[in-house]
């Protein structure tokens, strides 16, 4: 079966302006010639792939999976397009990076200073994002590789992981809270504390609901949300709230005294962080150099807390 590039486009029109008319219209083109263009579409993959009604055209099953490869085609051109604009201007080459709030503290920044000193001439593009999100983007080629927490979005068959390093989850309070005393907590006990979390609509949110929903633990309703992981840091350096996240996002401010870090009994292990890209697919040389990078850097982390660890 072959399919023409464009009439994939096409389609892809349709679906986001809900009739031939309005898509006619974004894409330069006819009615006529747009339906036509879509019957040789349906002629060629030999199934119907829009229902057309009063409302508009809908797409059916059969349409929203070419869309699927319509979103990727899109974005592999759009790619190209901007690599060669990119050389054009004496650049190497490009890449783009998804992550999550987790992944974007310590290892990937310290990845990224040292692709940029062995390969000054590319440029990067860093997205942070929901971990369903990335990774849709990185299905539909809008992305070149991911760094974030496995086992949390879908499993899908074409893409790959690697596990990189593990990701605890703790309490933090300011040093003179009275939790601060504590070796160690439960979160299933602090129900009357008063909190500051993550606002819903970010991905940080989200990985803090698993966090209480793996301990039976409803979302609070008390006390400060927001956002901004450094004004999360603030408020429990400056007042009685405490907040649940990652020893990786408060290090500088632990050690510095600012902070204290009260380890989770209730929360489980740490839970794995990784490198996922597109199975099968070759990584273009850029995104190759970042993976090879971060490969080498979770390794030495690892054999360093693996140490530390053992120290008696």
């Not at 899109?74 to 650049?91: D, K, N, P, Q, T």
């Not at 989850?169 to 504590?182: G, N, T, Y």
């Amino acid at each position: 079966m072959k399919i023409e590039p464009r009439r994939l486009l096409e389609l892809l029109a349709v679906a986001r302006h809900g009739s031939i008319s309005g898509a006619a219209e974004a894409v330069n083109m006819s009615q006529p010639a747009l339906s036509q263009s879509i019957a040789l579409l349906e002629r060629e993959v030999g199934v119907k792939v829009l229902e057309r009604g009063r409302q508009g055209a809908r797409l059916n099953d059969f349409g929203d999976a070419l869309v699927f490869y319509a979103q990727a085609l899109e974005s592999l051109l759009g790619r190209a397009g901007e690599e060669i604009r990119m050389r054009s201007l004496g650049l190497e080459g490009t890449l783009a990076l998804g992550i999550t709030p987790v992944t974007a503290v310590d290892l990937v920044p310290r990845c990224l200073e040292l692709l940029m000193r062995e390969s000054p001439n590319i440029a990067i593009k860093v997205i942070d994002g929901l971990d369903q999100e990335i990774t849709e983007m990185l299905r539909t080629r809008q992305l070149d590789v991911l760094v974030r927490r496995l086992g949390i979005a879908p499993q899908y068959t074409d893409i790959e992981e690697e596990p990189l390093f593990g990701v605890d989850w703790s309490l933090i309070a300011a040093p003179d809270h009275p939790l601060a005393q504590r070796a160690s907590v439960r979160l299933s006990e602090l129900a009357d504390v008063q909190w500051v979390l993550p606002a819903g609509g970010s991905a940080f949110r989200q990985q803090m609901e698993l966090v209480f929903a793996s301990v039976g633990q409803t979302w609070p309703e008390r006390g400060i949300s927001t956002n901004s992981i450094l004004a999360i840091k603030s408020i429990v350096m400056n007042s009685a709230c405490v907040s649940v996240i990652s020893p990786r996002l408060v290090e500088v401010e632990a050690a510095a005294g600012r902070l204290k870090v009260i380890p989770l009994e209730d929360v489980g292990p740490p839970r794995p962080v990784g490198l996922v890209w597109r199975r099968g697919e070759k990584l273009s040389p850029v995104a190759a150099r970042f993976a090879k990078i971060i490969r080498t850097l979770a390794q030495e982390e690892n054999e360093l807390r693996r140490a530390a660890v053992a120290t008696p």
